[in-house]
């Protein structure tokens, strides 16, 4: 008996960590670059990139070839005491300048469409573009680190050798999309909550009229982030999903708490959200909820 109880505490401590991982919001910062990619300069393929999440979530691999054979690959990982994301990069010309780099998220700049890494030879920008590519920025320092030049400006597109990226239908996996909105509401993200969101996604609320379309979302975002700070946790009581469709269904709590020093509100809501892959990703394309009795 105390045999399997010890290894039923082993499980749930492996398991528990590794969920830790999949649902934090900030392991995502990364997710809209996974996949596999054709890399191109000024519309010339320069080579091709794997990114992949590893670790139970808990870590970013990145593998380049470039068309002449040349490779390198990137280990990312997040370090929780710092609160930051770090790189490193090894080719297969280690041993020269430039060959292994280490570099450091610039946290300020990160949204869930932009990530920066910068080290003491250069820094790398990645941007996901509205129509779902990748623009890569790598700048080299000059002028004793007072200013930045473009060395590397390549847009990622999906590979035409990879079919339509199909989601995890893992239960963390559906309830990561929630669970970003929320994490972007108190980042007071606009881009970032309406990247959560398919482009036909619809609210319904208990007290507004049927909202239709993301960027119709825009209006309410941007007033409400201009004039609160937001407190919210998503508790997820259930997730699943089948195919290319899942759901999550939880509580919302926290407050939101006026600039202008008016009294904080306490929110508690129970939510549904409906979600669909797209290119890899689950996004929210129907978002349902309620106020909990007063």
Not at 104 to 123: A, M, N, V
Not at 249 to 254: D, E, N, Q, S, T
Request: proline letters at 3%; aromatic letters at 10%; glycine letters at 8%.
């Amino acid at each position: 008996m105390i045999r399997w109880i010890c290894i039923g505490i082993a499980f749930w401590a492996v398991t528990s960590h590794a969920q830790e991982c999949r649902q934090a919001p900030r392991l995502h910062a990364l997710d809209f670059w996974i996949g596999k990619w054709d890399v191109s300069q000024g519309g010339q393929l320069d080579g091709t990139d794997m990114v992949e999440a590893t670790l139970d979530g808990c870590a970013i691999l990145e593998h380049w070839r470039d068309v002449q054979g040349g490779e390198g690959s990137s280990l990312f990982y997040y370090d929780a005491g710092a609160d930051v994301w770090k790189q490193v990069w090894v080719t297969d010309q280690a041993l020269r300048l430039g060959g292994m780099k280490e570099k450091i998220e610039q946290k300020e700049l990160t949204s869930s469409t932009r990530i920066r890494f910068e080290g003491t030879l250069d820094r790398t920008t990645l941007t996901r573009e509205a129509d779902g590519k990748v623009h890569q920025l790598i700048e080299r320092r000059i002028d004793g680190g007072k200013s930045w030049r473009t060395t590397y400006d390549a847009i990622y597109e999906r590979s035409s050798a990879q079919s339509t990226s199909a989601c995890s239908s893992s239960r963390d996996a559906v309830a990561a999309a929630p669970l970003l909105l929320i994490d972007n509401n108190n980042r007071r993200d606009v881009e970032g909550v309406l990247a959560g969101y398919t482009d036909d996604a619809i609210w319904l609320s208990p007290d507004q009229p049927v909202v239709r379309g993301r960027q119709n979302f825009r209006p309410r975002y941007e007033s409400l982030f201009r004039d609160n700070k937001l407190a919210y946790t998503a508790e997820i009581t259930e997730a699943d999903a089948d195919g290319s469709l899942g759901y999550a269904w939880g509580k919302i709590r926290g407050t939101s708490t006026p600039l202008d020093g008016s009294p904080a509100r306490s929110v508690e809501d129970t939510f549904m959200a409906v979600t669909r892959c797209e290119s890899g990703k689950w996004r929210v394309s129907h978002l349902i909820w309620s106020h909990a009795p007063h």
